[in-house]
């Protein structure tokens, strides 16, 4: 087992510089930039979120120099890269280059920043005076509370419910819970969210939870055992919304799994033997129906951190990751962009690794040292 996680873990060295060098040159065709953003700022069509450009000895747009003025109107060789370049200073527009890193060749970029990233420096927030180290790190708690209890509370609904249902194939219960089930499927997680403000958080209805962050103005304040009641009291909304989805395939997929399962030859075997239900269920049936659950956790987790909850972290006002990445690609910020793929691309791999090892403790027969990578 200690060589196959070493063949692993190597195995992420050239599968992270590959997510990175794809992602990196489809940045390099892609319109716009953080340059062009800065243009638009001064041409007054910036659109993006407002954000101060810091850079030097003062702020980018506007600086100390007149972007405008100085050595006249800028040569078509700096312009004609730049849509609306046209009648700002070359100096400048060069020193915008430098202040982005694009005055240098794009392979030196990408090797300069796959060093970087090696030693976890990410530099620093194109149009934010900090650390991108530091934005994660602030950001991150957000992002951690959301996927790890989203993805442990819908495990804990859904491998219960869905080997019951499987065990009671066809019954009334099963039926009125399909049901359910498919309801909550159906209806989309960020308008749920709405549906909860709505009736509580103080929106038509009742006022019982707090509408934005992830803890109250006063949580230093209070006692551990308040700021625990305090952490999930702010939890409660937001993770509601994101576990109506998530618990409904997994139940249909453990359902389907164990039922796969029982019909099975093994299965009959073992009753035949004498084994009672709760025997052949947890002692046979389980270890292999629960062998595609955990395959699906990396990605049911990694999921959790962007998309699943973007639009959550937007709408309940929580400042995390996902939210920040999408941010960053709207206001051209390369650096947070690459630096949160980076993030998630390495919780991904890593995470996929816990699950393959989570393979062996459910079903000891399976052998990772024998299977080439």
Not at 321 to 336: K, M, P, Q, T
């Amino acid at each position: 087992m200690g060589a196959y996680i070493l063949r692993r873990l190597l195995l992420m060295i050239p599968t992270l510089v590959g997510i990175m060098a794809i992602n990196f040159v489809i940045i390099q065709f892609a319109p716009g930039g953080p340059v062009e953003r800065v243009i638009a700022q001064l041409q007054g069509t910036d659109v993006s979120a407002t954000a101060r450009i810091s850079g030097g000895g003062g702020d980018m747009v506007g600086g100390g120099n007149d972007a405008s003025g100085g050595s006249g109107i800028a040569s078509d060789s700096v312009t004609s890269k730049y849509r609306g370049a046209q009648g700002l200073d070359p100096e400048f527009i060069k020193e915008l280059e430098a202040q982005f890193g694009f005055d240098k060749p794009p392979l030196e970029r990408f090797l300069t920043m796959l060093w970087n990233y090696a030693r976890f420096d990410f530099g620093e927030s194109y149009f934010r005076d900090v650390k991108i180290i530091d934005l994660i790190a602030e950001k991150l708690p957000v992002s951690i509370s959301l996927g790890i209890w989203m993805t442990l509370i819908s495990y804990l609904i859904s491998i219960p419910l869905g080997i019951k249902k499987a065990v009671a194939d066809g019954s009334k219960f099963d039926v009125w819970t399909s049901a359910i089930i498919i309801v909550a499927y159906a209806i989309p997680g960020f308008l749920f969210a709405v549906l909860l403000i709505v009736l509580f958080a103080g929106g038509s209805f009742w006022d019982w939870f707090p509408l934005r962050g992830l803890t109250s103005d006063n949580w230093e304040e209070l006692s551990w055992p308040a700021r625990i009641l305090d952490y999930f009291w702010h939890l409660t909304l937001p993770l509601t919304a994101m576990v109506l989805s998530a618990f409904a395939t997994l139940t249909l997929l453990t359902k389907n799994s164990f039922l796969d399962e029982i019909r099975k030859q093994y299965v009959i075997t073992a009753r035949a033997k004498g084994l009672n239900e709760r025997q052949v269920l947890y002692g046979h049936v389980f270890r292999n129906a629960m062998l595609i659950v955990v395959a699906g956790f990396p990605g049911a987790f990694i999921s959790s951190f962007f998309a699943g909850s973007l639009l959550i972290e937007t709408i309940f006002s929580l400042d995390g990751l996902g939210l920040l990445g999408f941010e960053s690609v709207i206001n051209r910020d390369y650096a947070v962009v690459f630096a949160t793929l980076y993030v998630f691309s390495l919780l991904g791999l890593i995470v996929g690794l816990i699950s393959d090892l989570t393979y062996t403790w459910i079903d000891p027969r399976i052998d990772f040292e024998s299977r080439e990578v």
